[in-house]
């Protein structure tokens, strides 16, 4: 089965950005829907961006869409989160996951592998 290794994650400043990065151990990552999570503490797991196989199609979370930005590199194996701006509530563990096919893009279960996650911590 495949693996998800995160990382890139740290302790930055509000405003400032971080770039995660999710590798994946086989080839056949070209062949799953991408996503990333997060989960702060005491906080259930939440959604925050997807990217599809074509790299056509993206999803985001409304609490980041216009600072975050995913994207895959199938040649690297390798899915992306761009995090730009950072506010405090952004604190969490950041995990990425990996789905054969989608039919909503906030649900966990719908998520078949997941890596270890990268905590992320934004405060002054």
């Known amino acids: 089965q495949m693996h998800l290794v995160e990382s890139g994650g740290g302790l930055v400043q509000p405003g400032a950005f971080l770039r995660l990065s999710c590798a994946a151990s086989?080839?056949?990552?070209?062949?799953?829907?991408m996503g990333w999570f997060r989960q702060a503490p005491g906080k259930e797991r939440e959604f925050v961006a997807g990217?599809?196989?074509?790299?056509?199609?993206?999803r985001y979370a409304d609490s980041v869409s216009g600072r975050f930005t995913i994207s895959r590199d199938n040649t690297k194996n390798t899915v992306y989160l761009q995090m730009n701006s950072l506010k405090p509530e952004d604190t969490a563990v950041y995990y990425c996951?990996?789905?054969?096919?989608?039919?909503?893009?906030?649900?966990?279960?719908?998520?078949?592998?997941w890596g270890q996650g990268t905590q992320v911590t934004v405060s002054s």
């Open positions: 990217i599809s196989l074509s790299v056509y199609l993206f």
């Open positions: 996951a990996a789905a054969e096919e989608i039919t909503n893009w906030e649900d966990p279960s719908e998520y078949s592998i």
């Open positions: 086989e080839r056949t990552f070209s062949d799953y829907l």
